[in-house]
């Protein structure tokens, strides 16, 4: 199995013919044309694309027709280019067979709509600090703004997505914060419906979840996209939940990069986070790890998202490109 980073410029996908096709002699036919000819896959004509496409198979047939849930935000939703190729990725994954669901954050979009209103964000232990004007900012920039612009570029991509957010036919449920006091309208999942999932998925489309829900009277809440992730990985039995973050994963030493913990199981968490390597933002993280392995997800993973096709490599290769948590 490959180690390094594979370079799959989404093989499955079809690619454009070049635009002055050289005339090919009677003694040297081009190894892509009868590619071409069947759908124009592009091969090259090294042996390395072929064989990154030969191992993913075993990982794909475990896979097909089971549910990934993705959580993306950070660093790969703000970048064009790290974004272009989550979104590719997804599209991909996808195709073969994969039922993705994907729930987005977009703090930095919001951050940048406050300013332009004259609000100054603030944020708590972490949690953005959410009054009236602030939830409605939210609200328009999550479900409005980046969850269309999601769609959207799916769409783009020639995959199928479905725009939603925890109102819509109740499917996430809130409750307010223990400390909504000094918080405000931020929301915890009191619990969630995936009725309307269920026959998004199984049709293969995409569905795209923005993290606003309300109460039971209808006031509008803020809810943590990983949290809200865990909880509906968990609601749909998902086969795998995948946090794209700005980290490699759990490190065994927070001050050495290169010690990347590739697996550990919920015990060995635990233990991390009660001797102190485990610490400040990765704790929700793993919290909501665990909570959904608790809940019948088979395995979680947190991944970078600054990699290139991190998603691609943690769910085709054996490698993995983070740290994979097990219940």
Known sequence: MLLTKPQLSN???????PSNPAPSSS?????SAPAARRGRLRVSAGPSRV????EALPFIQRFKGKTVVVKYGGAAMKSPGLQENVIRDLVLLSSV????????????????????????????DGLRVTDALTMEVVEMVLVGKVNKNLVSLINLA????????????????????????????????ASVDATV???????????VIATVAADETGQ?????????????????????????????????????PGSLVKEIDIAGVRRMVADGKVAGGMIPKVECCVRALAQ??????????????????????????GTMITG
């Open 11 to 17: 093989p499955l996908l079809p690619s454009a013919p």
């Open 27 to 31: 003694h040297a036919r081009p190894l």
């Open 97 to 124: 067979g994969i039922r993705l669901v994907l729930v987005h954050g977009g703090g930095p979009e919001i951050n940048s709509w406050l300013l332009r209103v004259g609000v100054e964000p603030q944020f708590r």
């Open 158 to 189: 020639k995959g199928t997505a479905v725009g939603l957010c925890g109102k819509d036919a109740r499917l996430i449920t809130a409750r307010p914060s223990p400390n909504a006091a000094a918080l405000g309208f931020v929301g915890e999942v």
């Open 220 to 256: 509008a809440y803020n809810i943590n996209a990983d949290t809200a992730a865990g909880e509906i990985a968990a609601a749909v039995g998902a086969e795998k939940l995948l946090l794209l973050t700005d980290v490699s994963g759990i490190l065994a030493d927070r001050n050495d």
């Open 296 to 321: 019948g997800v088979r395995t979680a993973s947190i991944i970078d998202g600054r990699v290139e096709h991190s998603l691609l490599l943690e769910i085709l290769t054996d490698q993995g490109t």
């Open 197 to 207: 999932l269920h026959p998004i998925i199984a049709s293969g489309h995409i569905p």
């Open 51 to 54: 064989d990154v496409l030969s």
